[in-house]
Structure formats: structure tokens, C-alpha cells
């Protein structure tokens, strides 16, 4: 009985010991790169004591990982960029649902999913990019002028392999509809003054050279090169001003579906919407502020005001695979 007792007792303080063990992790598997997370998460254990674990790989083998581990489950978030990878994450099955006044009442539900398996945390616009040399942007308006022959061998893209041109595609169907975007794409192809390049640096470093007049590339790439190099005669143009706005995506965080801590995972997301995280995150690497109340840093304000898209952006990932489709047939390589 003795013997027992004090068994028990052993037994009950070793659950307790861990269960206030594991509330103070938290794992993230992130397909950002240290730099751009380790600050934030930095932040986070000074305020609460809370740990931060990650591990950075490209998105794809972390979600196959996340799916491998199934209810042994070591990740409790996936951090990634483009909400057509989170979208895929979702449809995997990896995600779970998990609901917060808090997220809710920072992140305007366009950036969120719709199932409430993940939100986003920041926004980068894809937009239109020109050489300030030859092009003046009152030539410029949107995204579907770019097809017209004033653009022939003028125009370079970036991969259709790339996510983000398959979100930018997926919003031209949900737009436009099928007949009408294929025709868009196939008139940027044609316009093509040399063959696609594999990021949106490049893009932005051939117009700087004249290759070409005109590009579509992600905000922070203009930010983080213009710093680099401030003489690069490139600028920014915000398209569709006058109709849809300006294609915007994300970076964003799902709880996986075994998550080993879902509450503090839950709670370290809530601190990441709110403006002293949003402040950092979004700061490191050029972007918006998902939470609309947080300015963004001197820099991107600096890139002046612009009407973006109203489309949930989960419609990059729900038109994804059409889109994959159509590019191959515009002959997007
Ligand atoms: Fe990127």
C-alpha cells in the first residue's frame, strides 16, 4: 500500500513535470530561412520563457516529413511563403483547424484560410517592375496590358515552376476565367524578350542590364536589391489601380494536425499577429504587416500607397492545379 502510494506519487509528478515540459516548446519546421525567423522567435522566449525549436528545409520535404511523422508527430507549426503551399499543406492533411479571437481580430480574413488551418503573417505584393530608362510608367497599367503588342520583346519573366506565378495565374483565372487568361499568358510568352529565369532577381538584373523593359517580380526582391545597389534603374508600378489591385500573397503558419504542443503553438501564432512581432517579422525581410494596423518600416512605406486584390488568396492554391495547366499550354516554361 505504502509502496504504491509513493508509486503513484512518482508517477504523478513525472506527468506533471512533463506536461510543463512540453508547454514550454515549441517546434517549427520553416521553409524561411534563419535570419528572417530566428529574431522573432527570440523575442518571444525573452518575453515568455517559452522555447522555440526549428528546422529549416525547402517546404516540400518539410511537409512530406510532417506527413511521414504522422502521430509521432515532432513539428507543431509549419512556417512557409505563398498560400498555395499552405494550400497544399492543407490538402495533405497535415493542418489542423484551430481557432483565435485573437488571429481573427489581427488578420483580415482574406489572408487566412478558410477552414482555419493557417493564417498569414506577412504580405509581399507581385508586382510590376520597369527599367526607368526606357519605360515611363504612365506606358504602364496592368498586369493583362503586359500581353499587348506595345510589350513585344520587351517582357521577362520568372519560371512557371515557381509558386508565385502560379498564385499570379490562379487569380488571373478566378478574374477572368479560363479562355480569357490563357490568352493573357499566351500574350506574355509571346512578348518574351529571352527565356524565363529561375528568380525574380534575375528578372529585375536583366531589365538593370536591357534585356528587357518590363518584369513581374515580389516586393522584397526590389527592396533587397535596391539596397544592394542603389543605382539599379528599376522601380516599382503598382498595376490594376483603377479595377482589381495589386496581386498580393504571403507568408504564413498552420498547426499541424499531431501538433505535441497545440496550446503553446496556438499561443506563440496569437504573439506572432500581434505588433511588436509583425513589427520584426515583416521588417527583416521588406514586407507588409499582415495585421493592417501595424505600419510597415520607413522603406516599404517608401515604395508608396497601393489598392491590393480583395480575393481570399487561398484561390491561388484551389485554382493551382489549373493553373500549372494553362501555363504548360501558353508554353510558360
Ligand atoms: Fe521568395
Keep these: 500500500m505504502q509502496v504504491s502510494k509513493r508509486l503513484l ?14 508547454a514550454d516548446e515549441v517546434v517549427v519546421y520553416s521553409s524561411r ?14 518575453k515568455t520563457g517559452v522555447k522555440v525549436k526549428f528546422i529549416t528545409d525547402k517546404e516540400a520535404p518539410l511537409m ?21 503551399n499552405l494550400w497544399q499543406a492543407e490538402q495533405m492533411g497535415i493542418l489542423q483547424p484551430f481557432t483565435s479571437p485573437v488571429i481573427d481580430a489581427n488578420i483580415p480574413a482574406q489572408y487566412r484560410s478558410s477552414t482555419h488551418r493557417w493564417t498569414g503573417l506577412s504580405l509581399r505584393a507581385r508586382t510590376i517592375v520597369y527599367s526607368t530608362e526606357r519605360v515611363k510608367p504612365e506606358d504602364l ?3 493583362e496590358a503586359l500581353a499587348g503588342k506595345d510589350w513585344e520583346g520587351r517582357l521577362c519573366l520568372r519560371t512557371a515552376k515557381k509558386v508565385y506565378n502560379q498564385s499570379l495565374t490562379a487569380t488571373l483565372i478566378e478574374t477572368h476565367g479560363a479562355e480569357e487568361s490563357e490568352k493573357i499568358l499566351k500574350g506574355w510568352v509571346n512578348n518574351l524578350s529571352t527565356d524565363v ?36 534603374a528599376v522601380k516599382l508600378f503598382w498595376p490594376n489601380q483603377s479595377d482589381r489591385g495589386v496581386h498580393v500573397n504571403l507568408s504564413g503558419i498552420g498547426l499541424t494536425r499531431y501538433a505535441p504542443h497545440p496550446e503553446a503553438a496556438k499561443a506563440l501564432v496569437e504573439w506572432m499577429t500581434e505588433p511588436e512581432a509583425q513589427k520584426i517579422f515583416a521588417g527583416i525581410n521588406q514586407e507588409f504587416p499582415a495585421n493592417p494596423n501595424v505600419a510597415p518600416s520607413a522603406e516599404v512605406a517608401g515604395w508608396g500607397a497601393f489598392k491590393a486584390d480583395t480575393l481570399p488568396v487561398e484561390v491561388a492554391g484551389k485554382r493551382q492545379a489549373e493553373a500549372i495547366r494553362m501555363m504548360d499550354r501558353a508554353g510558360w516554361n
Design 9 to 22: 506519487t512518482a508517477l504523478t509528478l513525472s506527468v506533471l513535470a512533463s506536461t510543463v515540459q512540453a
Design 33 to 46: 530561412i534563419d535570419e528572417l525567423i530566428k529574431p522573432v522567435f527570440d523575442a518571444y522566449t525573452a
Design 64 to 84: 512530406q516529413r510532417i506527413k511521414a511523422e504522422g502521430e509521432h508527430a515532432t513539428a507543431d507549426l509549419l512556417l512557409t511563403v505563398d498560400a498555395g
Design 141 to 143: 497599367s496592368t498586369y
Design 197 to 232: 529565369f529561375s528568380d525574380d532577381n534575375a528578372v529585375m538584373e536583366a531589365i538593370n542590364a536591357g534585356q528587357c523593359d518590363v518584369g513581374i517580380v515580389n516586393t522584397y526582391y526590389y527592396g533587397r536589391l535596391h539596397q544592394q545597389n542603389p543605382k539599379l
